[in-house]
């Protein structure tokens, strides 16, 4: 399984921005697919994560009523729409997968995408 991820940039606060993650394979439907980011000098902390093949999405407090998370069962993609960024979004985001049950722990995660740089300006 090899994922991609895109869609960072610079964004003024209050601006939006989403991100997508391409997944490969024909599994698509069995994974749980998680949007992590890790601002510098800070460890990888959960954004949110959708189970795929229901669609039932699952958010950290931080960021429920302001990010939400999607899926294209068409196109093996999963996005995050974030909207009414902050400064304190800044960050790389990452996109996982797994199999089996859903966990907000980054390390439980088998597959990972490379990072996409979001930035968030005052």
């Known amino acids: 399984v090899q994922l991609q991820a895109c869609g960072g940039g610079l964004v003024q606060a209050r601006g939006s921005l989403r991100l997508s993650c391409a997944v490969s394979g024909r599994t698509f439907s069995r994974y749980i697919v998680g949007w992590f980011r890790q601002a510098p000098g800070k460890e990888r902390e959960f954004v949110a994560a959708?189970?795929?093949?229901?669609?039932?999405?699952f958010y950290a407090d931080s960021v429920k009523g302001l990010f939400t998370i999607s899926r294209d069962n068409a196109k093996n993609t999963v996005y995050l729409q974030m909207d009414v960024l902050k400064p304190e979004d800044t960050a790389v985001y990452y996109c996982?997968?797994?199999?089996?049950?859903?966990?907000?722990?980054?390390?439980?995660?088998?597959?990972w995408g490379q990072g996409t740089q979001v930035t968030v300006s005052s």
């Open positions: 959708i189970r795929v093949s229901t669609g039932a999405p």
């Open positions: 996982a997968a797994r199999l089996m049950s859903l966990t907000f722990v980054a390390s439980d995660y088998d597959y």
